[in-house]
């Protein structure tokens, strides 16, 4: 997919790729070969750039200090959208983002100059998990899980029909992740390369962009500020509601009766903490780990601010540390599954699977006391 616009004195020619094709990777070098551009703007960030360079940014990374520092989600939905793409990569023959290396390197041969125009990886997965409802999660992971579906023609995922009615789907089903991974970048991408000085450019993007990204330049887009909220924060604000009337339901019980409320006080107990535990024992983490996770939960879920998934998973990590062969062997992972056979694997796994232990405890539980008072 190619696109020329003319803005002002500047010619800008978009390329659309697959991440996945090689027709891709060569359609880059011949593009910028025959345009000779005056610069190249390319769809990475510095992070993303160097853990196609470096094969994996896991290498150097100190997981329990990622974990307590709240990066559990970033890490586990970058493992499982990199599960899904190396898989279709390997289906193709080349490693996914090949195409995007081959713009720089081209770029590069020529004496071009090149420029990474995209938004920080991290910020767009924080934007992107905060935009989420708890189910929404469930949801994409589990899709994940569910083995099926049809082979995908990566080539075809260039042509602009198939393209729109994929988008349509997508911003049907989770409109917040098409708004966090098309809208907000395509108009981040855009600010940056009109913010440079040139007669010609070619510019390196996912088939995906191309179209948003022609009508964020066309209309001189401004960036959101990336700190800023975008929406209120209803779905934190619900979870501290429930919180609370959780809270004031247990005290309304043994104001009301102490057995009731004992029983109920026990339920709140043993729901979050037994399926908290079970969480941690599918994930095939160590022991201990199941003994903190059903010890920490009933605490945790009266705190939405430290999940008991985090508690877990920073335990995992100290007690029982992934080696320099699991944060290399994560990046070849190819199936969910195989998560299960990498220690690095089991420390998301156990992050992913004790939150939703005490999601569906805190949840069931708190059903039980609120239905149990005597207004309902």
């Known amino acids: 997919m190619k696109e020329t616009l003319n803005l002002d004195g500047k010619e800008i020619t978009l390329v659309g790729t697959a991440h996945i094709s090689s027709e891709s990777r060569d359609e880059v070098r011949e593009v910028i070969e025959d345009e000779r551009p005056e610069k190249v703007f390319v769809e990475l960030d510095e992070s993303r750039l160097q853990s196609l360079k470096n094969d994996s940014g896991w290498k150097d990374l100190d997981v329990s200090e990622a974990i307590r520092d709240g990066k559990g989600n970033l890490l586990l939905l970058n493992v499982v959208l990199s599960i899904y793409q190396r898989k279709l990569g390997l289906e193709e023959g080349m490693k996914p983002g090949s195409e995007l290396l081959a713009g720089i390197d081209t770029a590069k041969e020529l004496g071009i100059d090149y420029h990474l125009v995209d938004q920080d990886i991290n910020v767009t997965l924080n934007n992107a998990i905060d935009s989420l409802s708890v189910l929404d999660k469930i949801k994409i992971i589990a899709s994940f899980l569910v ?17 729109s009615s994929i988008v349509e789907e997508f911003e049907k089903e989770f409109p917040e992740l098409k708004e966090t991974f098309l809208d907000d970048r395509n108009a981040y991408m855009a600010e940056k390369i009109l913010e440079r000085e040139f007669e010609s450019a070619v ?21 959101k500020e990336q700190n800023s909220p975008k929406r209120i924060p209803w779905l934190k604000a619900a979870n501290y509601g429930f919180v609370t009337l959780i809270l004031l339901g247990l005290g309304f019980s043994f104001y009301s009766s102490i057995g009731q409320g004992i029983t109920n006080l026990g339920v709140w107990i043993g729901a979050n903490s037994i399926l908290a535990a079970i969480g941690a024992i599918i ?39 992934p080696t320099v062969g699991d944060l290399e062997d994560i990046t070849k992972v190819t199936e969910i599954r195989e998560l299960w056979g990498n220690q690095m694997g089991r420390i998301l796994l156990t992050f992913f699977l004790v939150n939703l232990g005490s999601a569906i405890g805190s949840i069931s539980s708190g059903l039980y006391i609120i239905t149990s008072l005597p207004w309902i």
């Open 203 to 223: 510019v390196v993007v996912g088939a995906a962009h191309v179209e948003g990204l022609k009508e964020m330049l066309e209309n001189g887009a401004e960036v």
């Open 283 to 321: 994930a095939r983490s160590h022991p201990v780990t199941w003994g903190v996770s059903f010890i920490a939960s009933p605490f945790t879920s009266i705190n939405p601010a430290v999940p008991a998934g985090l508690i877990a998973a920073y335990s995992e990590s100290r007690f029982n540390p």
């Open 147 to 163: 083995p099926g579906g049809s082979e995908v023609d990566v080539e075809e995922l260039k042509e602009s029909d198939m393209l």
